[in-house]
């Protein structure tokens, strides 16, 4: 089955700076990728996704890459700010199954 | 308010009692799904249903069994309960197909003693 790793588990960057969270997946028929916010004490909330026919995919702050020969994506957060702090999780599966493999999760911080 | 709802918020039991939890979306849609999210924050799938009909089982004890009266509803059965089973459920959603946005539930934190 599927399997989900992640990088880094905890992010530290002072607002304004860049952060880039990476994940590797091991299933090569996997074509779905969302990336999840979730901050404390809340439930997690889709920020952005991007399907195996792209390579890169933008929107504002947030952009997320996709390397289908090496089985990698990454998500980049520019400009962050104190509110972009959460746990951030990416996810992965396949356009026949609804069964999402969530990766292990990074923590940010952002400090002001 | 359109969402997808959980009941309850939180949940403090004794090890051996057996307990539910409701969930309710309306957004329409036709796929609900359970996930467990333990202390170290993993989040992982429980199960998934389609209008009503089991798709996904994952390699979750007996003691836990899900029933969906409805496509709009899938609640999640515990019985005795465990030390381990301490963590946040989410419930979530999403519409039919593969690919789609998965709409979660705020959460029920469950705890055993």
């Known amino acids: 089955g599927e399997n989900v790793e992640q990088h880094p588990s905890t992010l530290s960057v002072q607002e304004g700076d860049s952060a880039v969270i990476k994940c590797t997946y091991s299933d090569s028929a996997s074509n779905y990728f969302p990336w999840y916010k979730q901050e404390l004490g809340k439930r997690p909330q889709l920020i952005i996704d991007i399907r195996s026919n792209v390579g890169e995919k933008k929107d504002q702050r947030i952009a997320v890459t996709l390397n289908k020969t090496a089985k990698h994506f990454s998500l980049h957060i520019t400009e962050t700010q104190p509110e972009d702090s959460a746990v951030y999780f990416c996810a992965a599966s396949q356009s026949d199954t609804d069964k999402l493999i969530f990766g292990t999760g990074t923590r940010l911080q952002v400090f002001p | 308010d359109t969402a997808v709802s959980q009941t309850p918020k939180y949940l403090v039991t004794q090890m051996g009692n057996d307990k539910s939890i409701k969930c309710e979306q309306n957004?329409?849609?036709?796929?609900m799904y359970w996930y467990k999210q333990d202390s170290k924050k993993f989040l992982k799938i429980m199960f998934s249903?389609?209008?009503?009909?089991?798709?996904i089982n994952e390699t979750v004890p007996n003691r836990f069994s899900p029933k969906s009266p409805d496509k709009a509803h899938l609640n999640l059965h515990i019985n005795s309960l465990e030390l381990g089973d301490s963590a946040v459920y989410f419930c979530?959603?999403?519409?039919?197909?593969?690919?789609?946005?998965?709409?979660f539930g705020p959460g029920t934190r469950l705890l055993v003693l």
């Open positions: 957004l329409g849609h036709d796929t």
């Open positions: 249903y389609n209008n009503k009909e089991l798709i």
């Open positions: 979530a959603s999403s519409p039919l197909g593969g690919r789609k946005t998965q709409y």
